[in-house]
Structure formats: structure tokens, C-alpha cells
């Protein structure tokens, strides 16, 4: 089967899944794949197909077929100015709160911008007039694109018929050629979508809207809403404090363990893990432990080990109250808005939670013995440790992207519980760091807070040195600066690149040394640095920045990225030897 005609199939079947009845096509070459799968799916009863030849009067029935049943019909047209003549009744629906689907077909991004024929940027055409646009990639034979293609279709038609705030909604599909059927019909993986014809993702964000018991909530997809035992709590980035309380709840009635992602804030989690991207790194560990039911909170996605646990989950429970709730693995089979309540009944595996618990006690050891190796190294990893262990009752811990996250995450997980972690984890970006800590910092001690550290690399603190350009007369913040330099992009060295590319082009593209002194920069900067090169001496600048005040930088001059890397993968190969002997 060629990705055009596998990609249209599942997008006219998760529609029908959605509850959609009626779709309204414009006939036109491009969009040849959907009218064939929405002929066959008329001719076996699904849905109610009609036929008209302008696209703007296409777009008006469907908006009167979506007025009159409250359930959003869908208008399917070729690319070019043919999406185009949809707008008139996109704005109606815009300001009428009317749900409607636009359903766009368009050539590959290739043909954009060369002159090809009916092609244009149609994907952005709308504007502000859609509560949401989605640009699918074009189809391609690679394994994950049924659940890219039925979790977008889903996301769509759930944000259509939000119930706050109903309105239009905008799919736009590239078709590459060959847009009919072959004579296979084999694709490398199941087409099918969820057990007993339901949606990929349920929106239950507002019937959900209080907090429910975990097994009602269960009722909505199984049959037998059972609990299971072996159940899995991940706490991504999130702005509901409350939460914590409800998981920690939830976690210790259940019996489940609890990674939370640094800014998740739930290291006072009663079965909250402290190495939990480690233990799921390792690939028997993970296997043996993948759960029947995973509930992720908030915006998920730091360690790609934990991506795929929740990936490999049975049941993928998503608590998110934003339109944009995060699902990076499209995997969630329910969305809601608060954290469940304990169930009335479960079942319960004493053995399940022990298991992740004597595992994690195993890793810590390993991580501890790991890092003691050689007390002449200063690697990411320690100074993360240190930082983190000094951050003041009451305070802040504002944390950069890249290695300094995931370091404490991996590393100092459990160590912050009576201070509050920050991050720019809404991109993950290194811009804007200085600032966004400098601003949490002042707010969080006009209210009375304590002193706050910002944990960050050196790329991400040049990116924003400006924000150390403060009028002379303005209150600083007590905020110590702790930058992790190992002159250049430390992450790309234990990723993909760090082992594909030749280490002159590494250096070159990835690495990026700048060879500056920070501490020099800081200066001239009026800002008080110090640079420092021993765990001892860190922890004593750190100590000594706090007791000064004001706004300070301390720039630990970490080993060279490469040994760094190798750090890491030794105490990666710690941890699994350690599992594996237990």
C-alpha cells in the first residue's frame, strides 16, 4: 500500500472514531486519496458523504450540517485556491462557535515556493481565524505514522468541540504522488486505531474538570475498568502545585512508583525514584517493567528512556489542562484535567513498587560509586549534585536546557523538596535563561522567598548575558549564577552526533568552543564571578555567592566534553551492572 492511500485510510477512520457523520467534498485531483477512502467508507454505512463542486459552498453546508447536530462536519477540498474559497465560513464558524473541520490536501512542502503547480502556503491560510492548524508531514513507509496520523485527527476534532470554546479547525494533508491504490495492500504496521471502534485520544479535560476516582475514569474506555497493579506516574512541567498532593495520593494508595521530571516538582513524593531515566535506560530493567498503565502529568518529554516507557505503556492516561495538552509519544487513550482520585477498587502488587525501589537504591549506590572514581574530574554530572544539595529552604532552582535538566534529573532528582524548581521548559530553549531566572528570582523575594540558584551551561548563559544589563540603581536579586562550562555544546557529545560525525566537523557544527573566559565577561559585565575547578571549591563559592547577596556568577570549569561523555556512559554501565547482579 503506498503512504498516500495508508495515510488517507486512517484519517477518514479516526474521523468516524471522533463521532464525525457527514463530509462534505469538493472533488479535485490532490485530495484523491481521501475521496477514495470517504467513497468506500460511505459504501460500508460510516458516514454520509455529499458532493459539491464549489468549495465555498461546501464549506456552508458543512457549517450548516455542524450547526444543526453540534458535531463537526468536515470539508475535504484540493490545494491551491481551492482551500482558500473555505474562508468565508471558517469566519462564520470563527465567530458563531460552530465546530468544523477544514480538511485540506496539499502537494509536498518540496513543491513550495518553485513555481509548481496549485501550489501555495496553505497551511497558515486561516490565520487566527481556527482554534488550531496542524501541517501533517507527508506519509512515508517508516513505522509511528498511524499514531502521528490518528492522534492529530483526534487532537482536531477534540479541540472542535471544546466546550468552552467550539470553533474551527484546520487539518492540512500532503499528498505525494502515487494518489491512488497500488496493487498491495501491505503496510509496515497495523492501521488499525483503539479496541471497540474508540477514538485514539478521549477528551474528558471538562467532564473530568473535578477530580475522579481513577477507576470511573477507566470506565470511559474499558468494559472492566480494573485497576491494574503494575501502574507508573510521570510528572512532566507543570503550573498546579495542587497536583503534587493528589499524586503523591494517588502513588502510595496504587502502590506506584513516581518520576518526576526536575521542574515536575515531585521529589516529596512519597514513592517518588531518584534515577529513574538510568534504571529505564537499561534495556532489561525497562522490559521487565513495562506497566500496564502510565499517567503522565503535564508537559512530559526530558529523557527519551522515560518517552519510551510511556510509549510502551498498555493504557496511556494524560493529565493536561491546556487545548495543547502534551502527548509527545501519541500514545495518551484518555486526556483530563486534574489528577485522578485514589479508585474505589484495585489490584495491588507489593512486589511491583519494591521492585523499582531496591533498583533505584542499586543505581544510587552505582551513581555514587561511579562518580568518586577520580576526584580530579569536574564533570556536569557534579556539579549538578553540588548545586542542587545547596539550594536554600524556601528558595528557587532555575535550571537551563540541555545537559543542566537532565543532570539534575538524573543525578539530584529527590535532593530539592522545600525549594521550587523553574525552567523555560515550554520550548526547552537556552535563550532567555539569565533573564526568566533573574525575574523568578526578584518576584519570588518581594513575596519573601529565600535566595535562588540558576543552574545553566556556558552557551546558554552567553546567549543571554544581556540580561546581566541592569539600570545601576535597580534592586538586584539575591540570584548565584552556577555555569557549567565546558566551552561548547556538551550534550551533542552522548547523542546521535557525538559518534556519527568526524570529530573536526563535531567541533566544528555541534561543539562550537568560543574559548571565553566567563569569568572576564562577567566583569565587564559589573557582575561578581569566580571560577573555580574542584567540587570543594564549587561548593564553597556557591556557599560564599548565597551569604554575599545580590546578583552572582560562578563558573565551574568542568572536563573537556568528550571525557564528559564518558563519564556519563561509565556510570550508565555502572547502573546496569549493578541491576544485573541484583
Sequence with gaps: MNPATAEALVIVDELVRCGVTDVVLAPGSRSTPLALALAAAEARGDLMLHVRLDERSAAYCALGI?????????????????????????????????????????????????????TIHQATVFGSDVRLALDLSPAVREAGQVGYWRSSVARAVAVSTDALRPGPVHLNVAFDEPLVPTDDDAWIEELDGRPDGRPWTADARLVAGMSTPLDDV???????PVV????????????????????????????????????????GCTTSLSHAPLLLADDAFADAHVPDLVITVGRVGLNRSVLRMISRADLHLAVDTR??????????????????????????????????????????????????????????????RVTAALVPDGGLLFLGASWPVRHVGSFAANTVQDAV?????????????????????????RNGGAGAIA????????????????????????????????????????LEQGSAVPPSM??????????????????????PAVAVYSLADLEQAIDDALGAGGVRIVVARTCDRAAEAAMLDSVQNAVSSALESA
Excluded at 510528572?235 to 521530571?261: N, Y
Design 66 to 118: 455542524s450547526r444543526v447536530n453540534g458535531i463537526p462536519a468536515v470539508v475535504v477540498t484540493t490545494s491551491g485556491t481551492a482551500a482558500v474559497n473555505l474562508h468565508p465560513a471558517v469566519v462564520e464558524a470563527d465567530e458563531s462557535s460552530v465546530p468544523l473541520v477544514l480538511l485540506t490536501a496539499d502537494r509536498p512542502p518540496r513543491l513550495r515556493d518553485v513555481g509548481a503547480n496549485q
Design 218 to 224: 477507566l470506565g470511559a474506555l474499558l468494559d472492566e
Design 323 to 384: 487545548r495543547e495538552w502534551s502527548d509527545p509519544t501519541r500514545s495518551a487513550d484518555i486526556v483530563l484535567a486534574t489528577v485522578p482520585l485514589p479508585p474505589e477498587e484495585s489490584e495491588y502488587d507489593e512486589e511491583w513498587l519494591e521492585s523499582w525501589q531496591r533498583a533505584d537504591v542499586l543505581a544510587a549506590a552505582a551513581v555514587e560509586t561511579a562518580l568518586a572514581s577520580d576526584d580530579d574530574v569536574l564533570t556536569g554530572m557534579h556539579v549538578a
Design 455 to 494: 543552574l545553566m551551561g556556558d552557551q546558554t548563559f552567553l546567549y543571554d548575558t544581556n540580561g546581566l544589563l541592569a539600570p545601576a540603581d535597580e534592586e538586584r536579586p539575591d540570584l548565584v549564577i552556577v555555569v557549567s562550562d565546558n566551552d561548547g555544546g556538551g550534550i551533542f557529545s552522548s
Design 421 to 445: 524548581i523553574l525552567g523555560n521548559r515550554g520550548t526547552s530553549g537556552i535563550d532567555g535563561c539569565v533573564s526568566t531566572a533573574w525575574g523568578a528570582a526578584a518576584a519570588l523575594q
Design 506 to 527: 563535531f567541533e566544528r557544527v555541534f561543539g562550537n568552543p568560543l574559548g571565553i573566559d566567563l569569568v572576564e565577561l562577567a566583569d565587564s559585565l559589573s557582575t
Design 228 to 267: 491494574p497493579a503494575r501502574g507508573l506516574i510521570v510528572l512532566g512541567d507543570h503550573q498546579d502545585p495542587e497536583a503534587i498532593e493528589l499524586i503523591d495520593e494517588l502513588a502510595e494508595a496504587l502502590g506506584w512508583p513516581v518520576v518526576s521530571e526536575p521542574t515536575g516538582n515531585g521529589a
